[in-house]
């Protein structure tokens, strides 16, 4: 990983539990689950709604402590047993990027904008973030756009941009829930194959929930949970 600077997992989730409420009305999301992703690595994570996907990635992803168990990322323990280990807001700012289902973009600003903000939130100067930004929708094909508000934007375009976004930092982790959930075939296939690019040329390792089935040859490994376990992917014969 560049940012953090540790060997060993870029991510790794060790026995992994997370429980919401209490007595009767307790619900077990995450159940003893481990998982290790490499620096560059690209991993899909299936299974039905409620099965924990979208909970297991709040937990990577800081948003959400873990009841029990233990996170660490390029070898920083992050969060454990029911509590954040490091500063939230700017370890995920200086190391971790997100996307959606929805792109999220700020409606007034332009493609380039929306990736600038991102620059600018964390003190980059205005010129440097605006060459960022435009070197980063270059790379993702939508340098064209870079004019253009999220509203004269397609939807494959839309999440080209929030991938933009979410790269500006320089994250060491991508954490993508659902991103190809409002696209058709065409340009949903065409956003997986981009956090490949990105997770095999920039080095960040990249997690992706995802119902898709139409794009797993771009992943180098598949994940399915079920009532809050995870186990390796087995394909159908």
């Known amino acids: 990983m560049t940012g953090v600077g540790a060997r060993g997992p870029a991510v790794e989730v060790e026995r992994l539990d997370k429980v919401y409420g209490s ?5 077990r999301a995450l159940r003893d689950v481990n998982l290790a992703v490499s620096g560059g690595e690209v991993i899909a994570l299936l299974g039905p709604s409620g099965a924990g996907k979208s ?6 992803g800081l948003i959400e402590a873990p009841t029990a168990g233990r996170i660490a990322i390029g070898g920083v323990a992050v969060a454990g047993d029911d509590r954040f280990l490091v500063n939230v807001r700017s370890f995920r700012r200086e190391h971790i990027g997100f996307v959606f289902q929805k792109a999220n973009l700020i409606p007034f600003l332009t493609a380039v904008e929306n990736v600038q903000v991102a620059l600018e939130i964390n003190d980059e100067p205005a010129r440097a973030a605006r060459r960022r930004s435009m070197e980063l929708l270059d790379y993702l094909g939508v340098s064209d756009r870079a004019g253009h508000y999220p509203s004269m934007l397609s939807g494959g375009q839309q999440q080209r941009v929030a ?26 296939r065409q956003v ?39 186990r390796p992917h087995e394909p159908s014969p």
């Open 163 to 188: 991938v933009a976004r979410s790269l500006a930092n320089r994250p060491d982790l991508i954490l993508a829930d659902e991103p190809t959930a409002a696209l058709d075939s065409v340009r949903g």
């Open 192 to 230: 997986m194959e981009l956090f490949r690019k990105v997770s095999h040329e920039q080095g960040a390792s990249v997690i992706v929930v995802t119902h898709d089935h139409r794009a797993l040859d771009v992943f180098d490994r598949i994940f399915e949970m079920e009532d809050g376990r995870l």
């Open 55 to 60: 909970t297991l990635l709040k937990a990577i």
């Open 23 to 27: 007595g009767n009305t307790e619900v």
